[in-house]
């Protein structure tokens, strides 16, 4: 069984702690499995893991090994939809996750049939992309309402890595009952801007979220849970993955 680690022998060449090793083993995010009710990890497995880690940060230098810049990048991905579509099935929204640019780094999450459309169209998606964009340079740490390129309300939670914004989380595809029903009377002018059937867009406006003003708080709260989630999964991500490029380093010497 020389092979095989224990956790605290996994923690001590990790350099975590042992509720972060369990967190991973949760997630999915770290091979291992039990021996008589005690977690083991192959050897060969994570060291292939440790290469796969360092991989994904790319070319590895001297320099880059001392410090990995912050990035949305760190997260994982596959987790990071998980707890999305969990998130937004949960509170009847849409939701996605960017880059500051605004490009997607997650598939849209319980999309409604109006947005669908929106998207479908290459002009309409890159009117989703600039309005997402545009929050980057919104100086607002919590999360309010904006109006978007196509009419309907959402919010963003800033996605911050070792004090650095590096992305965010969306929150939207709805409208609120303080609304005064001016989505109808731009119909016409969004199915002329992003050449749409205007009837098929009458009828997805449908499906459009109506969000009572009294829930947007909690709207608010939660999405602002999710961000600070976020932060906390890519930074301590971003701070394993620096620690394997400090062990490669010393092992390589």
């Not at 083993?25 to 770290?30: F, K, M, P, S, W």
């Not at 001392?66 to 949305?72: C, L």
């Not at 059937?197 to 999710?226: C, F, G, N, W």
Request: contains cysteine.
């Amino acid at each position: 069984m020389a092979d095989l680690l224990t956790t605290k022998q996994l923690q001590e060449l990790l350099q975590v702690d042992r509720t972060t090793i369990y967190r991973m083993l949760n997630e999915g995010r770290i091979p291992g499995f039990k021996v008589g009710g005690q977690w083991r990890f192959s050897r060969d497995a994570i060291e292939a893991w440790l290469q796969e880690q360092e991989r994904s940060l790319g070319p590895s230098t001297p320099d880059a090994a001392r410090a990995i810049r912050p990035t949305v990048e760190a997260l994982p991905i596959n987790c990071v939809q998980s707890m999305q579509d969990i998130f937004a099935e949960a509170m009847d929204v849409g939701s996605i996750v960017t880059r500051l640019d605004g490009e997607p780094i997650t598939e849209m999450s319980n999309s409604c049939e109006f947005c669908n459309l929106i998207l479908s169209s290459p002009s309409g998606r890159q009117g989703c992309l600039d309005s997402w964009r545009q929050l980057a340079n919104q100086i607002d740490r919590r999360p309010r309402l904006h109006e978007c390129h196509a009419g309907l309300k959402y919010a963003r939670g800033r996605i911050e890595v070792q004090d650095e914004f590096v992305g965010m989380v969306f929150a939207g595809q709805m409208s609120t009952d303080a609304d005064t029903g001016g989505l109808e009377a731009r119909l016409p002018e969004l199915a002329a801007r992003y050449n749409l059937d205007e009837a098929k867009l009458r009828r997805a406006v449908t499906t459009v979220r109506l969000k009572p003003s009294h829930e947007i708080p909690k709207l608010y709260r939660l999405l602002q849970r999710m961000a600070d989630t976020l932060s906390e999964v890519a930074c301590e991500r971003l701070a394993l993955l620096q620690k394997l490029r400090h062990i490669a380093e010393i092992t390589s010497m």
